[in-house]
């Protein structure tokens, strides 16, 4: 029989931010961790969002025994629906990590047939060869595990994201002591974040806001809204224990919010005390010095309620002069503009707005390790292998340098990248091995459907200079080409400017027409080149502009 | 006779960043002080550059003077060729500033007919009833002046763009007792650069990237490259000053870099020792350890030197393990993705890539004044009446609260916006006027057209769903609509899954079409209208898509 070994076939999030997923597989065993989803950049016209490419699983399939979560993040639970629609397996997860998975799937139809298996830091569980240990992290969401899974080859050490919070505002530390063992033990190879690794330092602890957030909360003249992400829990949790501390209500705003709140506080992971939350509809008429608002909507997306707060668009609550709106998130690159153009709405109705730009205490803090945690997690662990996981190739790339400059790393530095796997064989060796498919698949989330490369070419152009559809008619009975060739337009030149340039590309097209031999007018896919083409010159030299031209033959 | 006054007009640059443009009016006799232009927002598809509205401009031709420029940067002057075009009234500016804008006006045919007065720090002209002084200032690029204007109605200072750089690269200082000495006489209004207004302290010197750059030239153990604007005169100063002082020779690269250094080097305002230069075509054989190549490209320009260098694409260059690059440059907000994707690809051929990512020492400085060089201006100028200009409107906004906060503007803050005139009055008085035609044009820059609102609408909406044509055809004997409608599509669905429903949605048309009164086929808008909202909603419900449609009816 052959020797067994393990592979790591990495499916998602090294080398792009988000939709993280790695699959270990070992003979005929597999397990996936995480699968997450990825948020399109803007050039992605008309794609909502994106997630990876399981084709390697569904070749493999009947391999898979388990997805495993380490936590509720969109960029780790985000592909769930749709992979679990053609992979059903079971998914082991924290409380609170299933909590917001059965939120997806319910929205998705697939409660019923979804196997969750809840699991809880410091427990063991078999999959097939692997047997993992779940060990508490911190990070910005509650309920967060690492993996350490025993293969047959070795130990396997999975961060998820983490920070090492010496202050979490939940009592719960980072396991060092379970890390620590495993260090001692021996670990094969250690797998990890590296989502902070150009910040030098130390991450500060959840708890690093309270002080601004109370200054804030006690010198306000009036109302205070506070918005973070809704998986914030521990910074909701603040957010509620200073609003109480100062002598005021809590208010909560926009779905995901009011959802989340309820979700962790069901689980007796947020502390609500009696009588310390307003209910919404009482927003207007509460005295505002007493009241604090949590409302979602910080990366001002459109129907958000911060956004529609912003511009006075919200049933429940209108600010004005001297309500204070606290922006207790990072904003995201790609969304500056749209939240810079909500920070301004807000200071126009003169609310006064507090957002990070780099002066006084934090009002908020990252999830993610810096240089110096990832430094004492790499010499706790001190693996024979690393790779870096989590993040764009420059940051790959630096996480890699940064473990070389540790030294802690007995065997090598791996650096991956989606779709390269590497197989760890029973003699300690590692090998990257030939590519897997693997890549981006992108979602139109209204009909779930994927969106194929060509199509967002097609978008792309049309985008640029609109789209030009000249029009030939064909008698069927004669097969003659009738003269009088339309053009329609949209997206290239407004209508009054355009007129005389299209009745020019008319003649164009006419004398293309004319132009071409019988034969070529007996093969429509060359008449209708010989359109575009000769149409395409036309419409450059007098408009400098390249529409997307769409010739169309009509037989009649 | 009436008094004299003094109405403000801004048109550009108040509300939003970029396009900066302010009309100064006393009587008959109007100025306008900077023409520059506004990069779009990825939103605004197809566009490739934005510029102020300048109906009022037209509107009083007649009263219109002169424009007078602060500096070459393309946000003060990029707008001239387009606006020169149509109202062509003499030009003021440093030498430096005009050399640049000489280029652009070549580049559109204008330099013939513009007449470009040039002026000096120190010097005073008179245009109609004003006065200019011009200021000597400090910021990222050289020859930068503030406005120190005698009008009717009191003086008025402009700073343009500025730090308060005590060591300055070139060894011109701001100009700080010509603004103590304004100070003292008494300033009507101090209008005001608000760019960094978020920014706690002092701006660094240009000098303060002398460490930084000198440690890495000196580390790199091949080639080097430094990226940074074509503009950045005191930047490329340094790069060729520290070259010769580690035994470095420098090349340039890059269309904008090579004329930038010319023209400086021409004018006597940029120092390049005999022998210091290395000619383009040779540095593939040049010694890598003894050279620095200076490139354009910093924010990933899709053919700058820097990007086809990072994919191994230029002619003239090649880099691999061991080379060096340096992006002394800030990353700008929406070139984010583009710049870390040029990043990843250097990381991948092993190059050493710095970028400012807030550790150790700076390898770029900011050419905009902090909080505090705010305050001192205040002081020094202490104004009747304070606008700040140049920034969105949080930035205008905190502008004004740090105005207040200083307590030096002994009339009134002002918080203006493009389009909202303020005039002041001879009785020392200011008064909001009713706002003025202002606004953006959005240029298509291969037209030189400008691109209406309707057209970018139609884009955008392209961009998201594509587009799908339904063609009917109309016998033009019989008037009978002909059953055979046609439809073609682009970024809608790929054509293999697209066939069924496409087939479906003919037989929604024809429906439709069948389904009409004789009255209504008569009509083309109308029956054009049923179809576009019938195959709306069935394309809608089984796609769960939008595309633009666009229905053709055509007559043979």
């Known amino acids: 029989m052959s020797q067994p070994s393990l592979w790591a076939v990495p499916l998602g999030g090294l080398g792009e931010f988000g939709m993280n997923m790695l699959a270990l597989r070992s003979g005929d065993d597999m397990i996936v961790i995480d699968a997450g989803l990825m948020f399109p950049e803007q050039e992605l016209l008309g794609v909502d969002i994106v997630i990876p490419d399981v084709t390697y699983l569904k070749q493999n399939k009947h391999m898979l025994r388990a997805i495993v979560l380490t936590h509720g993040h969109e960029d780790h639970i985000g592909a769930m629906p749709y992979i679990l629609a053609d992979l059903n397996v079971p998914v082991y997860g924290t409380q609170f990590t299933l909590a917001l998975v059965r939120r997806r799937l319910e929205e998705h139809g697939l409660l019923d047939v979804a196997r969750l298996r809840q699991i809880a830091p410091g ?166 010095r007493r009241l604090v608002v949590l409302a979602s909507g910080t990366q001002a997306e459109p129907m958000s309620a911060l956004s529609r707060i912003a511009v006075d668009n919200h049933r429940l609550l209108s600010l004005a002069e001297n309500d204070t709106v606290i922006l207790s998130a990072r904003i995201i690159p790609g969304n500056e503009k749209a939240i810079f153009r909500m920070i301004d709405h807000l200071f126009r109705r003169r609310v006064l707005v507090y957002y990070e730009s780099g002066r006084n205490a934090p009002i908020h803090v990252s999830g993610h390790a810096s240089q110096e945690e990832m430094k004492i997690l790499l010499q706790l662990v001190r693996p024979k292998y690393f790779v870096p996981l989590h993040g764009e190739y420059r940051q790959l790339f630096q996480h890699a340098a940064l473990a070389q400059q540790v030294g802690s790393v007995s065997g090598q530095v791996l650096l991956l990248e989606t779709g390269r796997p590497v197989e ?43 789209v030009v559809v000249p029009i030939i008619v064909i008698d069927k009975h004669t097969g003659e080409i009738e003269l009088s060739p339309e053009i329609v337009t949209r997206g290239f030149l407004p209508a009054e400017d355009g007129q005389e340039t299209l009745a020019r590309a008319r003649e164009v097209v006419l004398k293309t027409v004319e132009g071409s031999s019988s034969e070529e007018k007996m093969d429509w896919s060359v008449i209708k080149e010989k359109i575009r083409v000769d149409l395409k010159r036309y419409l450059n030299k007098h408009t400098s502009k390249r529409p997307l031209i769409l010739p169309v033959i009509l037989e009649v």
């Open 123 to 288: 427990q063991t569980t078999e999959i097939g060869p692997f047997q993992i240990e779940y060990l508490h992290v911190t990070h910005s969401t509650i309920d967060c595990v690492a993996l350490a899974i025993r293969t047959p080859v070795g130990i396997v050490i999975h961060t998820g994201d983490y920070k090492i919070d010496p202050t979490p505002v939940d009592g719960k530390p980072f396991d060092l002591h379970a890390f620590a063992r495993y260090g001692q033990q021996g670990v094969l190879a250690l797998f990890s974040d590296s989502t902070n690794v150009e910040r030098p330092g130390f991450t500060p602890s959840e708890r690093a806001v309270v002080v601004r957030l109370e200054e804030l909360f006690r010198a306000a003249p009036a109302k205070v809204v506070v918005s973070c992400f809704s998986s914030s829990i521990h910074r909701i949790q603040q957010v509620i224990d200073i609003a109480g501390s100062v002598g005021r209500k809590v208010g909560l705003l926009g779905r995901s919010m009011v959802d989340n709140v309820e979700i962790a506080h069901d689980l007796g992971k947020l502390r609500v005390p009696d009588g310390s939350l307003v209910r919404s509809q009482d927003l207007r008429t509460f005295d505002p």
């Open 424 to 466: 760890f064989t029973a003699d300690g060796h590692a090998y990257e091995r030939e590519p897997v498919a693997a890549g981006r698949v992108m979602v139109d989330s209204g009909s779930l459907e994927e969106v194929e490369e060509v199509v967002i070419r097609d978008r792309k152009h049309l985008s640029e200079d609109g």
